[in-house]
């Protein structure tokens, strides 16, 4: 909130927003970062490398606009569409689908969170 992402001019002080925005949006770039890197080293050699910051990603977000509190796009899916649930140790999980598919390989989780010290420490 520091950055100023949870600001809006209406209110006297900053609301947390829903979720981990900027941490959650600077991970996957920085997985796309990682991607990219590996293409480019195929095609062209070489090695690469990627700078993100959470206040980067903030200010992209902010430079993007809002929409008033409750207004969504006419565009958006209801949130409901892109949630999955699945049994965890501390019961139903309820989580966001990871975004986008790959070609054999379509992304997901084979298992809920697990209680800790459950797994073996073995390599699979």
């Given at each position: 909130m520091s950055c100023g992402i949870a600001a809006e001019p209406l209110r006297a002080e900053p609301k947390p927003l829903p979720a981990q925005v900027l941490d959650h949006a600077t991970g996957w770039l920085a997985a796309c970062a990682a991607i990219d890197g590996l293409r480019r080293r195929a095609s062209e050699g070489g090695s690469w490398r990627a700078r993100l910051a959470l206040a980067r990603t903030a200010a992209w977000f902010t430079d993007l606009g809002r929409l008033p509190d409750g207004v969504a796009g006419a565009d958006d899916p209801a949130p409901d569409?892109?949630?999955?649930?699945?049994?965890?140790?501390?019961?139903?999980?309820?989580?966001?689908?990871?975004p986008g598919e790959l070609p054999g390989a379509?992304?997901?989780?084979?298992?809920?969170?697990?209680a800790p010290g459950s797994d073996q420490p073995t390599w699979t």
């Open positions: 569409e892109l949630m999955s649930e699945t049994d965890s140790f501390a019961g139903k999980l309820r989580y966001i689908r990871i379509p992304p997901g989780w084979r298992h809920g969170a697990r």
